[in-house]
C-alpha cells in the first residue's frame, strides 16, 4: 500500500565502473550477448545469456547481501509484447553505483536508448520515497534528450512479495497498460519494471474531495471496474484478508518494543470479526469489478493542462466487490494520519456517486441507486479497515522502510472498532429492506 511523497530529491549521478567506463568508450556491438551477474563463493561472476531483440545487457555490480527470489521477468507471459531482462538494481547501494545499474537497464530495455546514447547520458532522479516501491525518473541529457521523453524506473522494495501477489500484478499489467490505464508498460527487469513517464501533480489527501477532481476520479473508477482483465473473476478480498493473517500469526520481531505491542494483538479476535464481516458480505450482492484496491492520493495524478486524471500503481490489483474499491478510497481522505473526521459525508458520496453511475450525466442517478451505492460502500468501508489493519502487521515485521507500521495498525483497527457498530446497522437495515 501507500507512498510517502516528498519533494523531488535530487542525486548525484555518480561514476561508473572501469569495465562499463571502457564498453561506453568503445561501444557495444548490437550482437553482443546479455550478461547476467551473480554472486557465488564471495565474488562477482558473470553468466552469458542470449540477448533480447530489444536491446543488450550491461556488466552489473551486484551487493553480496541483495537476493532476488524469483526474476520479476521470468515470470511475464511470453506473449506480452515488451522488452524483458535479468538485470538486477539493487536498492541497498550507494547512489553512484545504484545509478550505474538503473542506466544498464535502461540501455537493456530501450532499444532507442541504446542505439542512440552512451550509458553516461541519462539523468536520474528519485521522485518519491515508497513504503512499497523506490521509483526513479530517468531522462536523457543532451541534442537527443528532447526526442525521448523521460521514463519511470520502478524498483521493487525488498520483501514486499510478502503482501504483493506478483504474478497477479503482471497477469493484468499489460491489459492495464494498453487500455491506457497507469503509464505505459516499456520493458521489465528482474525486480522491477520500466514504465512511460507521467507528467502530472501528485495528489494529495486534501485534493480527493475538490469538487473539480471528484468527477474526474469517479469517471476513470468507472472506467477501469468496466474492464474486462483475463484470469479469475473471483473475488480476491477475502482470500488476501486471510492470507495476511496467516502471515501475521506467528511472527516475532528483534526490537523488543515492537514485540511488546505486537504481543498485544488478539488474531483470535481479528480472525473472528473477519468471518462476521465476510458472512455479512455474502449477502450484500455487491457486483464483482477488476478493483484497483489501493485508491489513495498518491496513486492519483493529475495534469492540469491536459484536463486528465490517472490511476497509477496496480500492485494491489485484482476482481473484488465495487463496494470496496470506492470506500477503500473514502477511508484514504484521512490520510496516512487518519483522521477520520474527513471521511466524506453522505452528500459528498453521492457527489462521488453519481458521477459514477453516470458519467458525463451525473443527474440520470436515481435515488434508489444512490441508496444501494451508499450502503454498500459503508458496508465495506468495514472491511478495508481490516485488510489494511492486518496488511501493517506483516509490513511492520518484513518493510525496511522507516514507517509505524503497528501504530497504523492500531488506527485502522480502532476505526474499524469505533464504526462496527452503526455501519452494521445501515446494513442490516438495507438488508431488512428487501432492495438486493
Known amino acids: 500500500m501507500m507512498s510517502l511523497f516528498r519533494k523531488q530529491e535530487e542525486e548525484g549521478l555518480g561514476s561508473g565502473v572501469l569495465e562499463l567506463e571502457r564498453l561506453s568508450k568503445e561501444g557495444i556491438p548490437e550482437s553482443f550477448e546479455n550478461k547476467k551477474c551473480f554472486q557465488e563463493n564471495g565474488r562477482m561472476e558473470c553468466e552469458r545469456v542470449q540477448g533480447e531483440e530489444e536491446g543488450i545487457g550491461m556488466i552489473m555490480p551486484v551487493s553480496p547481501a541483495f537476493t532476488v527470489e524469483t526474476s520479476f521477468a521470468a515470470r511475464l507471459d511470453s506473449s506480452m509484447a515488451v522488452p524483458m531482462c535479468d538485470l538486477c538494481v539493487d536498492t541497498t547501494l550507494p547512489d553512484s553505483a545504484l545509478n550505474l545499474q538503473v542506466r544498464g537497464v535502461c540501455k537493456a530495455l530501450l532499444r532507442r536508448w541504446a542505439d542512440d546514447m552512451d550509458v553516461f547520458s541519462l539523468s536520474i532522479t528519485k521522485i518519491s520515497g515508497g513504503i512499497t516501491n523506490m521509483l526513479l525518473k530517468v531522462e536523457l541529457e543532451g541534442e537527443n534528450g528532447s526526442q525521448l521523453p523521460p521514463v519511470t524506473v520502478r524498483v521493487f522494495g525488498p520483501n514486499t512479495d510478502a503482501v504483493i501477489d506478483r504474478d497477479r500484478e503482471l497477469q493484468a499489467m499489460n491489459y492495464l497498460s494498453l487500455a491506457g490505464f497507469g503509464a505505459k508498460l516499456l520493458g521489465v527487469f528482474a525486480n522491477g519494471m520500466v514504465q512511460s513517464f507521467i507528467f502530472g501533480v501528485t495528489l494529495e489527501p486534501r485534493d480527493m474531495p475538490k469538487?473539480?477532481?471528484?468527477?474526474?476520479?469517479?469517471?476513470?473508477?468507472?472506467?477501469?471496474?468496466?474492464?474486462?482483465?483475463?484470469?479469475?473473476?473471483?473475488?480476491?478480498?477475502?482470500?488476501?484478508?486471510?492470507?495476511?493473517?496467516?502471515?501475521?500469526?506467528?511472527?516475532?520481531?528483534?526490537?523488543?518494543?515492537?514485540?511488546?505491542?505486537?504481543?498485544?494483538?488478539?488474531?483470535?479476535?481479528?480472525?473472528?470479526?473477519?468471518?462476521?464481516?465476510?458472512?455479512?458480505?455474502?449477502?450484500?450482492?455487491?457486483?464483482?469489478?477488476?478493483?484497483?484496491?489501493?485508491?489513495?492520493?498518491?496513486?492519483?495524478?493529475?495534469?492540469?493542462?491536459?484536463?486528465?486524471?490517472?490511476?497509477?500503481?496496480?500492485?494491489?490489483?485484482?476482481?473484488?466487490?465495487?463496494?470496496?474499491?470506492?470506500?477503500?478510497?473514502?477511508?484514504?481522505?484521512?490520510?496516512?494520519?487518519?483522521?477520520?473526521?474527513?471521511?466524506?459525508?453522505?452528500?459528498?458520496?453521492?457527489?462521488?456517486?453519481?458521477?459514477?453511475?453516470?458519467?458525463?450525466?451525473?443527474?440520470?442517478?436515481?435515488?434508489?441507486?444512490?441508496?444501494?451505492?451508499?450502503?454498500?460502500?459503508?458496508?465495506?468501508?468495514?472491511?478495508?479497515?481490516?485488510?489494511?489493519?492486518?496488511?501493517?502487521?506483516?509490513?511492520?515485521?518484513?518493510?525496511?522502510?522507516?514507517?509505524?507500521?503497528?501504530?497504523?495498525?492500531?488506527?485502522?483497527?480502532?476505526?474499524?472498532?469505533?464504526?462496527?457498530?452503526?455501519?452494521?446497522?445501515?446494513?442490516?437495515?438495507?438488508?431488512?429492506?428487501?432492495?438486493?
Not at 511472527?251 to 523488543?256: E, K, Q, W, Y
Open 211 to 436: 469538487t473539480e477532481l471528484v468527477p474526474l476520479i469517479a469517471a476513470e473508477v468507472r472506467r477501469l471496474h468496466e474492464l474486462d482483465i483475463p484470469g479469475s473473476k473471483q473475488p480476491q478480498l477475502w482470500h488476501d484478508i486471510y492470507k495476511f493473517i496467516d502471515r501475521a500469526s506467528g511472527l516475532t520481531f528483534d526490537d523488543s518494543k515492537k514485540q511488546k505491542q505486537y504481543e498485544t494483538i488478539s488474531f483470535s479476535s481479528i480472525r473472528s470479526e473477519v468471518e462476521e464481516i465476510k458472512e455479512i458480505s455474502d449477502t450484500i450482492g455487491a457486483p464483482v469489478v477488476f478493483a484497483h484496491n489501493d485508491l489513495l492520493s498518491g496513486n492519483l495524478m493529475f495534469n492540469k493542462e491536459e484536463g486528465k486524471l490517472y490511476i497509477i500503481d496496480y500492485e494491489y490489483g485484482s476482481y473484488s466487490y465495487r463496494g470496496y474499491d470506492i470506500a477503500n478510497h473514502f477511508n484514504e481522505y484521512a490520510g496516512f494520519e487518519c483522521d477520520y473526521s474527513l471521511y466524506p459525508s453522505k452528500d459528498k458520496q453521492f457527489h462521488f456517486f453519481r458521477h459514477y453511475l453516470s458519467p458525463g450525466n451525473p443527474e440520470k442517478a436515481t435515488e434508489r441507486e444512490l441508496e444501494d451505492l451508499y450502503a454498500e460502500c459503508n458496508f465495506f468501508s468495514l472491511a478495508s479497515h481490516m485488510y489494511w489493519a492486518i496488511w501493517a502487521i506483516v509490513q511492520a515485521r518484513f518493510s525496511t522502510i522507516d514507517f509505524d507500521y503497528l501504530a497504523y495498525f492500531y488506527l485502522r483497527f480502532d476505526e474499524y472498532k469505533k464504526c462496527k457498530e452503526e455501519v452494521l446497522s445501515l446494513t442490516h437495515n438495507y438488508l431488512a429492506s428487501g432492495r438486493i
